[in-house]
């Protein structure tokens, strides 16, 4: 178990091609129950260099940029009792007048194209995962997200609640979107929320959407702000807080630098500080960046 635990190259075969929402995708990969060993939240690293059909692309990418092409991150979906590892992926898209290149492995993975076919990846990896024993310390915790942003913490409320770990733990999950269409796993959520009502809430944040409130009254509308949320938090000094989605790249950075002109505040940079405000520490806080 030790040697599945390290982070080395594993391979598996992508059994399924599941479309998520309108651009979304989540494959499920078979694998031996022994190269299942990770933990909720952890995510996986893939070589975009092991599919045939970019090659020039990546040849042309590495031309134009002078340098290597990396591994790109993906969260797992999935959970260690699932008998697939899952990912999810929202392509980044393309926009001519605010970016210098297209992305590479995104579009390929948010498709069925790799559907029967083989993936591999290296991992597993990550520290976005709960303590374990936080049922010691904490009664409450708080998942902020925003698109793809919901993988990781996808995991994290299974693993917690489908397997009743750290019953006395209530779950908040605060997740954002453009429009109701967007929502990734939104009937899986509302599985969840129907089954254990007693320590899960969830609000539906919908910032491009006219009266979202139709869908239910857990729909609201534009971006989670300190005043929605004080109310629901018991003690800021012992809650927990995890958020993840697209925070300011590091080209966006280096092109602020360039210009002089500072790039738009993203997702994790608005939430963190409503998180700031709200008077969780950050000791008690960790973020996914997807940037
Ligand atoms: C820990 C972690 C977990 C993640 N999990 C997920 C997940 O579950 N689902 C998901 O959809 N995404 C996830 N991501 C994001 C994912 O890793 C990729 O960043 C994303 O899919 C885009 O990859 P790409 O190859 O399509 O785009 P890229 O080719 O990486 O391009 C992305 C952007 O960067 C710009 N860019 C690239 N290279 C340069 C350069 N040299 N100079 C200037 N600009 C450049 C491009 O123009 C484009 O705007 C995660 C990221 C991290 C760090």
Redesign the pocket.
Known sequence: MDTAKKIRPRKGKVIEAILEAPDTWTLHVEMEKEERQYLAGQ?ISID?RQFPELSEVIKYLEHV?K?RELV????L?SIPSEPYIS??????R?YPDE?????????L??SNVLKGRELQFSGYT?AYVLPGDHANTTSEVFHFVAG?GA??NFALLKDELTLEKNISVFHTLIDVNKTYADIIYREQLDMLLKQYASRFRIMHFLTREENPERHGSHYFSGRPTTEHLRPLIKDPTTALAYACGAAV?K?QK?AALETGIEPKPRFLEGITQVIHELGIDKKRFKK???G
């Open positions: 995510f975009p940029k340098r790109r991150a993906y969260s979906a990912i999810t992926t929202k392509p980044e393309f970016m210098q290149y297209p992305p590479l492995l995104s579009p993975l948010a990550g793809s993988v990781p790249t080209w280096k996914e960046v997807y």
